[in-house]
T-cell receptor, first 114, second 112 residues
């Protein structure tokens, strides 16, 4: 089975801290994604990457940056954490099989900014 | 505007009963529609993927339907079990590999 591993299940950070969320996948997938999930809202795409060192903004990139130095690792960076970035963060990777895109998600990181 | 709306927001049923969750979408162009199950504190896991030409698809006790004309989908769960308690999310893919429009989900609680 494909595994997408997020380094932390729970994080508590202070306002203004720089925060790194790490995600690693073990199946050589080209594409990786970072979403945030808030109550009552659908998942919202922050950034995605379709290759090493390549990144694209999603729907809500403000306040975030990403890094993809190796194919298996996709990092989300909060340059200066704010309370409105308290959320569940989900990493995903995807493959394409005969045109169908399959997504595998990590277990999520619940970040609280105080 | 591309949107995916799900109903009901939450649902409580007794173990063993059937239920149906609804998804309406306005995404255009349409590539496919997916249903995910998300257990509390976990990432979403895919249940079904349906393309334009598929009307019904089953995965065990889960049966998804798609009416591309009316832009509606449903997820029917038969003989519910306590382990079915989760959020069920409808997701529609648009015209790019990366454009997924997510519904807010239906929270399903199965009571013994």
């Amino acid at each position: 089975d494909v595994k997408v591993t997020q380094s932390s299940r729970y994080l508590v950070k202070r306002t203004g801290e720089k925060v790194f969320l790490e995600c690693v996948q073990d199946m050589d997938h080209e594409n990786m994604f970072w979403y945030r999930q808030d109550p009552g809202l659908g998942l919202r795409l922050i950034y995605f990457s379709y290759d090493v060192k390549m990144k694209e903004k999603g729907d809500i990139p403000e306040g975030y940056s990403v890094s993809r130095e190796k194919k298996e690792r996709f990092s989300l960076i909060l340059e200066s954490a704010s309370t409105n970035q308290t959320s569940m963060y989900l990493c995903a990777s995807s493959f394409s099989d005969r045109g169908r895109i399959g997504y595998t998600f990590g277990s999520g990181t619940r970040l609280t900014v105080v | 505007k591309n949107q995916v709306e799900q109903s009901p927001q939450s649902l409580i049923i007794l173990e063993g009963k059937n239920c149906t969750l609804q998804c309406n979408y306005t995404v255009s162009p349409f590539s496919n529609l997916r249903w995910y199950k998300q257990d509390t504190g976990r990432g979403p896991v895919s249940l079904t993927i349906m393309t334009f030409s598929e009307n019904t698809k089953s995965n065990g006790r889960y049966t998804a339907t798609l009416d591309a004309d009316t832009k509606q989908s449903s997820l029917h769960i038969t003989a519910s079990q306590l382990s079915d308690s989760a959020s069920y999310i409808c997701v529609v893919r648009g015209d790019s590999n990366y454009q997924l429009i997510w519904g807010a989900g239906t929270k399903l609680i199965i009571k013994p």
